[in-house]
């Protein structure tokens, strides 16, 4: 079938809900973007916020910059808010731990960019991403038809490239001083992809983590 757009839709899981990033969600986006320890590992596209006001400021130019505007030729963007979808170890139902986006879609190349990924670190290591890329990527695959899936890290974010790793993704190789980061320095930039042939085997091995918990 041809490949189509996201369609925006909530996709819930077990564990998370992913629901289209609004406005609303910009406060409790701020306090993620605030914590330190989320700049440890590499994560320096942007500059860490100096306070709540800065932080919806920095989530608004990061997330929501051509939110909703996907046009199929590889513009705009769908970000997605990252919920918890009940109470549990790991907080309470409607939490927001996270968010996620879906960009460069391109449906003539049948191609799309799962990226634009931050967890809070409380989340880090837990259920959170790998039910998170099993909802994008059954969206992507099953859903839309696409036929390939991008996955990107900094080099510097060793912590992102082994979860991108363990999530089954191939890696293609590094794109050396790939963009300018907001400090002014530049990124070499890891890509990784799956195909649509190995989607049923990641879907497998994700599941198979997921049934482990």
């Given at each position: 079938m041809p490949s189509a757009l996201p369609s925006g839709a909530d996709l819930r899981g077990r564990y998370v809900v992913l629901e289209a990033l609004r406005e609303d969600?910009?406060?409790?986006?701020?306090?993620l973007?605030?914590?330190?320890?989320?700049?440890?590992d590499g994560y320096v596209m942007h500059r860490?916020?100096?306070g709540v006001e800065d932080g919806r400021a920095v989530g608004r130019e990061r997330f929501l910059a051509q939110q909703g505007e996907l046009d199929g030729r590889g513009s705009g963007r769908l970000a997605y808010a990252v919920r918890l979808a009940v109470d549990g170890p790991l907080g309470s139902a409607g939490t927001l731990v996270g968010t996620t986006s879906v960009l460069e879609a391109d449906l003539v190349n049948e191609s799309v960019h799962v990226g634009s990924t931050l967890y809070?670190?409380?989340?880090?290591?837990?259920?959170?991403?790998?039910?998170?890329?099993?909802l994008l990527l059954q969206h992507c695959f099953d859903g839309c038809g696409f036929g390939r899936v991008k996955i990107q890290?900094?080099?510097l974010n060793t912590r992102s490239q082994s979860a991108i790793v363990k999530l089954g993704a191939v890696r293609e190789g590094v794109l050396r001083r790939e963009r300018r980061r907001e400090d002014g320095t530049f990124r070499d930039t890891v890509v990784f992809s799956v195909l649509a042939e190995e989607w049923p085997t990641v879907r497998e091995r994700l599941q198979a983590r997921l049934r482990g918990q």
């Open positions: 969600d910009l406060d409790e986006l701020a306090l973007l605030a914590d330190p320890r989320v700049y440890d860490r916020p100096v809070g670190p409380t989340w880090w290591g837990t259920v959170v991403n790998p039910e998170c890329k099993l890290t900094d080099l």
